[in-house]
């Protein structure tokens, strides 16, 4: 990715965790505006940030669409755990929105690209267990949704994300 870009989303990502989601769109405007047409990792990154923004003051609709947006651009790069990744975000977007059906179908691809790939990290299949939990929850399937919560509990744990384990902990009392 380009090294202007990255500053630029940095300090977007600054006024993010500041609130300042005015000032963040402002910085993420600016570098879209700079970035190459053809630097698709750039702007995939741009469209996920901007994403991340739309969800933070939720505008679901619109933060769909971005990752969407993310999802094109990776894709021309082949970029298999950015594709997964944005994908796993799109699926948590589709569920809130109550697109179960396509979010189940997104989720299982998820899990199974994040499987396969030796740079999966223990904290993004815990996130993507998480989701799928959470959907199998809302759909009735307790023993699908008590899977889920288990495997994510473990894969918290190993990542120390004690908020993580506690929130599973939380789940599986209740199935």
Not at 8 to 25: E, P, V
Not at 38 to 56: M, T
Not at 72 to 86: A, M, N, Q
């Given at each position: 990715?380009?090294?202007?870009?990255?500053?630029?989303?940095?300090?977007a990502k600054q006024?993010?965790?500041?609130?300042?989601?005015?000032?963040?769109?402002?910085?993420?405007?600016?570098?879209?505006?700079?970035?190459?047409?053809?630097?698709?990792?750039?702007?995939?990154?741009?469209?996920?940030?901007?994403?991340?923004?739309?969800?933070?003051?939720?505008?679901?609709?619109?933060?769909?669409?971005?990752?969407?947006?993310?999802?094109?651009?990776?894709?021309?790069?082949?970029?298999?755990?950015?594709?997964?990744?944005?994908?796993?975000?799109?699926?948590?977007?589709?569920?809130?929105?109550?697109?179960?059906?396509?979010?189940?179908?997104?989720?299982?691809?998820?899990?199974?690209?994040y499987r396969k790939?030796?740079?999966?990290?223990?904290?993004?299949?815990?996130?993507?267990?998480?989701?799928?939990?959470?959907?199998q929850e809302d759909?009735?399937?307790?023993?699908?949704?008590?899977?889920?919560?288990?495997?994510?509990?473990?894969?918290?744990?190993?990542?120390?994300?004690?908020?993580?384990?506690?929130?599973?902990?939380?789940?599986?009392?209740?199935?």
């Amino acid at each position: 990715m380009n090294t202007d870009i990255q500053n630029y989303l940095q300090q977007a990502k600054q006024f993010r965790q500041d609130n300042d989601y005015t000032a963040s769109m402002n910085i993420i405007n600016q570098a879209y505006d700079v970035c190459a047409k053809n630097d698709y990792a750039s702007r995939g990154n741009i469209y996920a940030f901007w994403g991340q923004i739309e969800r933070d003051q939720q505008a679901l609709h619109k933060a769909l669409l971005m990752y969407n947006k993310a999802l094109g651009e990776f894709r021309k790069i082949s970029d298999d755990l950015k594709v997964t990744h944005t994908v796993r975000h799109i699926a948590d977007l589709q569920q809130a929105l109550g697109q179960n059906h396509i979010a189940e179908e997104n989720y299982q691809m998820v899990l199974t690209n994040y499987r396969k790939n030796e740079a999966t990290t223990n904290l993004d299949l815990a996130n993507a267990l998480r989701g799928f939990a959470l959907l199998q929850e809302d759909l009735g399937n307790k023993s699908e949704a008590k899977d889920a919560w288990t495997e994510a509990r473990s894969m918290y744990l190993s990542a120390n994300i004690q908020a993580g384990v506690a929130e599973c902990d939380g789940h599986l009392v209740k199935l």
